[in-house]
């Protein structure tokens, strides 16, 4: 089975910063558009910053450019890197990815909590 695995979260003091990693496991021809997706409790699902194939990028609006979102296609993975971290970054994220023949898929989550 194609699965997406992610790693990095952690804890991390205001102003930090954190690399958050996502790679597709198993036997794929390629990925089309990737993402990063949060949801802190009692909220919605939010988009974080997305990567087409090509490598154009989108980002959230709070991101407020501290963060960039990378993939390397040769590795199948997307990287998101977090600067200047605030309490209300934390939450648990999520990789997305859009991958032909499988379909759309979700990776597991991993939760960065920002505190003193």
């Known amino acids: 089975q194609v699965q997406l695995v992610e790693s990095g979260g952690g804890l991390v003091q205001p102003g930090g910063s954190l690399r958050l990693s996502c790679a597709a496991s198993?036997?794929?021809?390629?990925?089309?558009?990737m993402g990063w997706y949060r949801q802190a409790p009692g909220n919605q699902r939010e988009l974080v910053a997305s990567?087409?194939?090509?490598?154009?990028?989108n980002y959230a609006d709070f991101v407020k450019g501290r963060f960039t979102i990378s993939r390397d296609n040769a590795k199948k993975s997307v990287y998101l890197q977090m600067k200047s971290l605030k309490p209300e970054d934390t939450a648990n994220y999520y990789c997305?990815?859009?991958?032909?023949?499988?379909?759309?898929?979700w990776g597991q989550g991993t939760q960065v909590t920002v505190s003193s």
């Open positions: 997305n990815a859009v991958i032909p023949f499988v379909g759309q898929l």
């Open positions: 198993g036997s794929v021809v390629g990925i089309y558009n």
């Open positions: 990567i087409t194939s090509s490598g154009s990028t």
